[in-house]
């Protein structure tokens, strides 16, 4: 399965190969303020799967286009909202910060629940 997709600006561009890592979304503080709404929806694939033209940004460094992802050591997140096709097809893993869920949206039965991160071990 190939996906492509881009930031509005048009400052980045990219395109996957293959099914992510894992699919999940997070209503963590930065998560609201990173995305503008009420969580962020993402994806996460190997780096190697993963072609990109532009400059990457990173919610720390503020640098390059946060809109579309932040970059990890050997993998690489995307918001899922960036895509050019719905996400439909993706399978929702887990949910992250679920303190933090806005008490009208309802938890996701089949999706892992994560009182706040999934654990350092595992955060990409
Ligand atoms: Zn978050």
Same mark, same amino acid.
């Given at each position: 399965?190939?996906?492509?997709?881009?930031?509005?600006?048009?400052?980045? #561009?990219?395109?996957?190969?293959?099914?992510? @890592? %894992?699919? $999940?979304?997070?209503? *963590?503080?930065?998560? %609201?303020?990173?995305? $503008?709404?009420?969580?962020?929806?993402?994806?996460?694939?190997?780096?190697?799967?993963?072609?990109?033209? $532009?400059?990457?940004? *990173?919610?720390?460094?503020?640098?390059? *286009?946060? #809109?579309?992802? /932040? =970059?990890?050591?050997?993998? @690489?997140? @995307?918001?899922?909202?960036?895509?050019?096709?719905?996400?439909?097809?993706?399978?929702?893993?887990?949910?992250?910060?679920?303190? %933090?869920?806005?008490?009208?949206?309802? /938890?996701?039965?089949?999706?892992?629940? /994560?009182? %706040? =991160?999934?654990?350092?071990?595992?955060?990409?």
């Amino acid at each position: 399965m190939k996906l492509s997709g881009g930031c509005s600006c048009g400052q980045v #561009r990219y395109e996957v190969d293959g099914d992510p @890592i %894992r699919v $999940g979304i997070c209503h *963590c503080e930065t998560c %609201r303020k990173e995305s $503008g709404s009420a969580f962020s929806f993402f994806g996460i694939w190997p780096k190697e799967n993963t072609t990109l033209s $532009g400059e990457l940004g *990173c919610w720390k460094s503020r640098a390059g *286009c946060r #809109r579309v992802s /932040h =970059d990890g050591s050997d993998k @690489i997140e @995307i918001k899922l909202g960036t895509l050019e096709r719905s996400p439909s097809a993706l399978v929702l893993a887990y949910e992250l910060w679920t303190v %933090r869920r806005e008490p009208w949206l309802a /938890h996701q039965k089949r999706a892992e629940q /994560h009182t %706040r =991160d999934r654990g350092s071990a595992e955060q990409s």
